[in-house]
DNA sequence: ATGACTGCAAAGACTTTGCATCTTT
DNA sequence: AAAGATGCAAAGTCTTTGCAGTCAT
């Protein structure tokens, strides 16, 4: 991730988590992960990280979805799908959906406001929950 | 908001603070706000009768902002503009930013998925928190 | 009376944090 | 040795909930 190695082995086991993850993870997600591996982890040194990887721009968050905050260390510009029934995250691939500078601009304008970022979420049901829902009927 | 009366008070008075706000509030806000005409108020309430305008389809959710839930009225399809600041949300106006259906059946298609909703939220300063930046240099 | 609604306070869920300890340089 | 990172558990914050009491029909 860096080249400095300023850094922890659990802290790296940490971000290679996430990195490797393709589940868009919650604290509480790597932290299980991470106990198989690292016996002795800690929550709180998940959280700690996570917060410090923030700051660091070397992840970002995508919001608080069923209570739970989840990441992405994909920081690049891309839109998710939520699964309202089993909140998955899923990347929407492609950059069809997103907005040109003059979208910004629109939105600084009427509003009077500066524009750093945005997010577009697409919400609805994943294929394994519309299988489950046929399943039951 | 509906014509079959068949709502206390105070479900009313909730209702009625959130519509006539331009906040987007959150639970804790109106429990504020309402705690003046309405001393005997408990929050508790103020968050039972937001989970019910919710599932009323009343009112909706704009998600999870600096720990509070923050909820609008106004269940439009619009976007909305988050001050990374202070946390003030508002609308963005006109449908600009709103995509077409075809949008929706390119995320269904890629993502192998159901879309029933999305959400475009704008980041960045507010104008007053701009002012209030200038003001300290 | 019956069902719906509420106050209150306790419980829940997720996250942060203080402090002593352990690592790394 | 100094600075940084962690474990542990307590505390913090927001939200939900159980229960008894209240309100409306």
Redo the contacts between chains.
């Keep these: 991730m860096d080249n400095k190695r300023n850094f922890s082995a659990k802290r790296e086991a940490i971000y290679r988590a996430i990195s490797s993850a393709d589940t868009h993870p919650s604290a509480e997600w790597i932290y299980e992960q991470l106990k198989q591996e690292i016996p002795d982890l800690s929550l709180g040194t998940v959280y700690r990280n996570l917060n410090i990887f923030k700051q660091n721009g070397k992840i970002k968050s995508l ?2 979805f069923n209570g739970h905050e989840r990441f992405d260390f994909d920081t690049s510009p891309h ?1 998710h ?1 939520v ?2 029934c089993c909140f998955s995250i ?1 990347d ?3 950059g ?2 997103l ?1 040109d500078k003059n ?2 601009l ?3 304008k ?18 394994k929950c ?1 299988r489950k829902q046929s399943a039951l009927r």
Excluded at 118 to 127: A, D, E, L, N
Aim: hydrophobic share 35%.
């Design positions: 919001g608080v839109s799908f699964c309202e899923i929407v691939p492609g069809i959906n907005f979208t910004c629109y939105v600084e009427e509003c009077g406001v500066k524009v750093d970022s945005y997010s577009v979420v697409f919400y609805g049901i994943c294929r519309r």
